[in-house]
């Protein structure tokens, strides 16, 4: 395909995973997932903010047991994927839960492989969200919305049609910020600390999961293409944390500098 290098486990691959107790089984007991718009909703309802790092954006109570960082691109389709029916769902709710951290890296290279400036727009108009406090809403209605990879389709005009879905973000200072690409020092500099993640000088591929430090190896990220695997996963560590932190199978060293 053209853009994010596309990275699944098959059905047969996951079956050895459980297996092989890769994926904890029956540790802890989780609350129902929330669906629909009640979660977007709920999203307001969490501290964000951007890392001293200035490229990292983070979500969630800093105190929580699982740290979980994103690679993703907005133009990415393996993204939206993850976001809409894979993990992100179980992720979401984890971090309206408190247990889990999440922390953003946002890249802009599909611009560059498949032409146009939508990546590269979409970063910035999130940025300026999380100026306004409404991140993670916006970043939730994008990936509800995005528009098929080969399509340059975040416009100003198109996000900021977006943002008024959330309430409280359209106003002078967003619309202005979308339209003047007021972040885009902001964008070129979390592309290039997207680039500098892990041992590629492109970048780890989107969507890259990270876990306290650990990257879910590239033969096992099918995960997160499997929301009742992800979650799974992510109650494993917060139980049993040594678990992951000695695991070599399924996760690897990564720096996110």
Known sequence: MVGARRRRMTAGVA????ALGLLLGGCGQRAGLVEGQSLYASLRE???ELDDDGTTIRVGDPNAPVTLRLYEDPRCPYCEEYEQTGGGPAA???TLRRTVVTEYTLASFLDDRVGGSGSKKAVNALRAALEEGRFAEYHAVLYQN?????VDGFTDAYLLELAAEVEGLRGPAFDSAVKTMKYHDFVSRSQKAYERAGSDPRGPGTPTAVINGKRVREMYSGVLYDR???DELLDSVEMD???WEEHRLMAEDMGTS
Not at 15 to 18: D, E, P, Q
């Open 146 to 150: 995005q528009p098929e990879e080969i």
């Open 15 to 18: 079956g050895v995973a459980v």
């Open 92 to 94: 979401r709710e984890r």
């Open 46 to 48: 969490l501290p964000e």
């Open 241 to 243: 944390p040594e678990w």
């Open 228 to 230: 009742a695997a992800f």
